[in-house]
């Protein structure tokens, strides 16, 4: 139904090492019939090409009018934790990586109330893939709806983005932060979740310029 994208391209200045970019709000709302993405964004800066970043996201958003389904099957939040300017925020059902609740006549069938399943799409290059979160595997939505992605720079903007094609009824922004990896995130998640052969790799890679 709703998927997310982060894309990055164009030329800009490349991200101090160590530096962390202004956070960057997807919005999943959008006034028109049809299209093919919501929560379209990119970052300022280019990625330095071979050095690794971490990509936070945090926030929740719905893809439907709760409010048309009566009531809602899971855990569903009063109101997203960023709410869309200008339009009616109801209660939130889904964040970066989950759904959380659900149509009410889903209800039936517990194995479709809190599932994975949202899209959410970044190119750090010129292709669009859906990241893995790291750390240990989740079998819930995490309690702050935040969730960590290794990339690796390929000297361009990085870009995001999550599939949907009605996005008049959605509401909720993403918040999304962008910072050079440390060399205690090599330590802790190791060299080759930044696409890096191994963490000594990693460790050197911290330290490019730029």
Known sequence: MVALVLVLSYTAAAVPAGAVEKPIFLETHRNQARVDYVARGATKARLTAGKPY?????GTWSFFDTSAEGEL?????????YPSPGVRNRRA???AEWYFAQFARRCGDP????VP??????APGDTYVNPVPLGPTLTRPSPSHT???AVLGENRRMRFRI???QPRDNYGRLRVVVRAATVADCTRYGGPVFALADDAACVAATQLPG
């Open 93 to 95: 059902v889904a964040d």
């Open 147 to 149: 969730y960590r992605y």
């Open 111 to 114: 194995s479709k109330i809190i």
């Open 73 to 81: 099957c899971g855990l569903p939040e009063r109101r997203p934790m």
């Open 117 to 122: 399943g949202i899209r959410f799409l970044l």
């Open 163 to 165: 599939p949907d094609v």
């Open 54 to 58: 971490v990509v936070s996201v945090r």
